[in-house]
């Protein structure tokens, strides 16, 4: 038997997607694609993270007189695209490209779209972060940001220690103001 390997790398310096079609004539031979046995004509797509490679493998059978043929088309690199979502937020307000963000809004953008967000905490509140769904992915107020993954974006804001010790000290209305002193 004899091998034949294609290996694609996505050198691009950005996340993007690599799709073909391709037609076989195994002939007693065998193909894969990430390892994964193909046995009849099909297509391939994939996100392939920059560095990120894809291995295809022909295998000839043992027999001279059997060749294995495979036939790749319609090949592309191309920008992922991806939703992303600007969620509003509680305890303060952000916008994204100078737009105030006051109601869910999704954007459908390459992967290489930038954004950028600008958070303003509310009264006694201080910026968190911004968040891809559950994951943090900056701590700075003012962030310039793609992504790479469909998902969620929004501002979080928690309250001020300072005001939070203001308003839960037993019988005081004095302001955080008022209960800092500086010497």
């Known amino acids: 038997a004899t091998n034949g ?20 004539s195994l002939n007693k031979g065998s193909f894969t ?24 493998v022909a295998t000839s059978s043992s027999d001279a007189a059997n060749t294995t043929t495979v036939t790749l088309s319609n090949i592309k690199l191309e920008v992922q695209t991806v939703d992303i979502t600007f969620a509003p937020s509680t305890n303060g307000s952000y916008t994204c490209n100078g737009t105030a963000v006051t109601a869910s809004t999704t954007m459908k953008n390459p992967s290489t779209t930038t954004y950028n967000l600008v958070a303003t905490p509310a009264d006694n509140y201080h910026f968190d972060g911004w968040y891809l769904g559950e994951t943090k992915v900056s701590e700075a107020a003012t962030y310039k940001a793609s992504f790479a993954t469909s998902g969620t974006v929004t501002a979080k ?6 005001f939070s010790n203001a308003t839960t000290a037993a019988g005081s209305s004095k302001t955080k103001e008022e209960l800092v002193s500086i010497n």
């Open 5 to 24: 390997t294609l290996t694609f790398t996505n050198n691009s310096g950005s996340t993007k997607v690599l799709s073909f079609n391709y037609t076989l």
């Open 33 to 56: 694609i990430a390892g994964e046995s193909k046995t009849a004509n099909g297509s391939f797509s994939a996100t392939l993270a920059n560095g990120a490679s894809v291995k295809l």
């Open 157 to 162: 804001f928690v309250i001020d220690p300072l």
